[in-house]
């Protein structure tokens, strides 16, 4: 028995074998939603993208019906996922699939020198609720390395870079955009802030090599329509909807989310002393992931996959000291919102109950964020030291 752990332990120490063995189960994944016809987001972005370079709307109550499903995302993702478009149904999935895993990894493994000792438990924190977001196609996963690779850039100043990621990110689907707010950490603000809005109207403009500058318009006001109709359709995986507070939230959903960004401002603006520094800096990413995804209008499971590498870089790098506290919220984390989805570990019937109902792995998720943002306050800058370049805010 000790040797088969001891074994199990050596695998998983060795970031190629991890690698090999998550690109194994999404090629096998891929390849079972795919010959089942169940690879339905594939689809979407398949079905989206030839009626966007075709001139018609995929934001109409005809194309949900036809497809039952919606297409949510801006228009500019269907400008860049034109290459794997043209791609064989039987292919695309797997290029999609594979190649967003990659990514992914490569992500993790260039964040800066400070997360290099933790970049393999980084990526085994969120490499569950990764595959899972893989096995359905989603586009999670793209705004999650988008954000992980801002971050590096910016940590690196390859501010440009990092722009243009974000804001893509930003005119895709939304979420990534809420990084740019580390900016202020930075150096050369104001530059950066016109380097922002050149790459933000390039993204949003871009749209019109197929659309004309007379659509562009009327295909983002569908956009908007389809996004509030989305809402009232039905509910989903955030805290404004969780068993408990969503009689309270819901009804009041915009003036809850504008409430607590005012707060989390104050805070940032409070402790803008610490802004040169890189703990405070993660501990800020993590915070502004949480609150974008767990505060959204309609996130789903998967989508925490955008805010999950923010939580693991401060739990196994800035965090230096982990509180019973701490441990039972990751693994709770582990299991509720990490094992708990697949029905190879846990009854469909099980999982309905506990976190369908109950809500368990989002109030699990929840209390994390807000220990985030306890441990950023109360965080011991003097004794905790690390070697890593100071910026000024000029």
Same mark, same amino acid.
């Given at each position: %028995?000790?040797?088969?752990? !001891?074994?199990?332990?050596?695998?998983?120490? +060795?970031?190629?074998?991890?690698?090999?063995?998550?690109?194994?189960?999404?090629?096998?994944?891929?390849?079972?939603?795919?010959? *089942?016809?169940?690879?339905?987001?594939?689809?979407?972005?398949?079905?989206?993208?030839?009626?966007?370079?075709?001139?018609? !709307?995929?934001?109409?109550?005809?194309?949900?019906?036809?497809?039952?499903?919606? =297409?949510?995302?801006? $228009?500019?993702? +269907?400008?860049?996922?034109?290459?794997?478009?043209?791609?064989?149904?039987?292919?695309?999935?797997?290029?999609?699939?594979?190649?967003?895993?990659?990514?992914?990894?490569?992500?993790?493994?260039?964040?800066?020198?400070?997360?290099?000792?933790?970049?393999?438990?980084?990526?085994?924190?969120?490499?569950?609720?990764?595959?899972?977001?893989?096995?359905?196609?989603?586009?999670?996963?793209?705004?999650?390395?988008?954000?992980?690779?801002?971050?590096?850039?910016?940590?690196?100043?390859?501010?440009?870079?990092?722009?243009?990621?974000?804001?893509?990110?930003?005119?895709?689907?939304?979420?990534?955009?809420?990084?740019?707010?580390?900016?202020?950490?930075?150096?050369? /603000?104001? *530059?950066?802030?016109?380097?922002?809005?050149?790459?933000?109207? =390039?993204?949003?403009?871009?749209?019109?090599?197929?659309?004309?500058?007379?659509?562009?318009?009327?295909?983002?006001?569908?956009?908007?329509?389809?996004?509030?109709?989305?809402?009232?359709?039905?509910? /989903?995986?955030?805290?404004? &909807?969780?068993?408990?507070?969503?009689?309270? /939230?819901? $009804?009041?959903?915009?003036?809850?989310?504008?409430?607590?960004?005012?707060?989390? %401002?104050?805070?940032?603006?409070? %402790?803008?002393?610490?802004?040169?520094?890189?703990?405070?800096?993660?501990?800020?990413?993590?915070?502004?992931?949480?609150?974008?995804?767990? /505060?959204?209008?309609?996130?789903?499971?998967?989508?925490?996959?955008?805010?999950?590498?923010?939580?693991?870089?401060?739990?196994?790098?800035?965090?230096?000291?982990?509180?019973?506290?701490?441990?039972?919220?990751?693994?709770?984390?582990?299991?509720?919102?990490?094992?708990?989805?697949?029905?190879?570990?846990? $009854?469909?019937?099980?999982?309905?109950?506990?976190?369908?109902?109950?809500?368990?792995?989002?109030?699990?998720? &929840?209390?994390?964020?807000?220990?985030?943002?306890?441990?950023?306050?109360?965080?011991?800058?003097?004794?905790?030291?690390?070697?890593?370049?100071?910026?000024?805010?000029?």
């Amino acid at each position: %028995m000790k040797r088969i752990i !001891s074994v199990i332990n050596s695998f998983f120490s +060795n970031p190629k074998c991890v690698f090999a063995l998550g690109l194994l189960i999404v090629f096998v994944a891929t390849f079972l939603e795919t010959i *089942r016809g169940r690879n339905t987001n594939w689809m979407d972005y398949y079905d989206s993208t030839m009626y966007f370079w075709s001139g018609m !709307s995929p934001y109409t109550n005809e194309y949900v019906e036809s497809r039952h499903i919606y =297409f949510l995302y801006l $228009p500019t993702f +269907n400008i860049v996922f034109a290459p794997v478009y043209f791609l064989h149904h039987y292919i695309g999935p797997f290029v999609w699939n594979m190649g967003n895993y990659a990514l992914t990894f490569l992500a993790v493994w260039t964040l800066p020198e400070y997360f290099r000792k933790y970049r393999l438990q980084i990526f085994l924190g969120i490499i569950l609720v990764l595959e899972q977001g893989l096995f359905s196609c989603q586009f999670n996963i793209v705004q999650c390395y988008v954000a992980l690779f801002g971050f590096s850039l910016l940590e690196r100043g390859k501010y440009f870079w990092a722009i243009f990621l974000l804001t893509f990110a930003l005119c895709s689907k939304v979420y990534g955009g809420i990084e740019l707010g580390l900016l202020l950490c930075y150096p050369k /603000f104001w *530059r950066n802030v016109g380097l922002t809005l050149c790459c933000f109207v =390039f993204w949003l403009l871009l749209p019109a090599v197929a659309l004309g500058f007379d659509g562009l318009i009327s295909t983002y006001q569908e956009w908007m329509a389809m996004i509030n109709q989305h809402h009232s359709d039905s509910d /989903f995986c955030g805290i404004l &909807f969780a068993y408990g507070l969503k009689p309270l /939230f819901l $009804p009041n959903y915009r003036l809850v989310q504008v409430v607590v960004f005012s707060l989390l %401002m104050a805070m940032f603006f409070l %402790m803008h002393k610490r802004w040169n520094r890189i703990e405070f800096r993660t501990s800020v990413f993590a915070t502004m992931m949480g609150f974008v995804i767990l /505060f959204s209008d309609c996130p789903e499971t998967h989508t925490y996959v955008i805010s999950l590498p923010g939580y693991m870089m401060c739990y196994f790098c800035v965090w230096k000291n982990h509180t019973l506290w701490d441990k039972v919220l990751f693994w709770g984390l582990v299991i509720f919102m990490g094992l708990m989805p697949c029905d190879v570990f846990c $009854p469909v019937a099980v999982h309905d109950l506990i976190n369908g109902h109950f809500f368990v792995d989002i109030y699990i998720y &929840f209390f994390i964020w807000l220990t985030i943002i306890y441990r950023t306050i109360t965080y011991d800058y003097e004794k905790n030291t690390v070697n890593t370049p100071v910026f000024t805010t000029a």
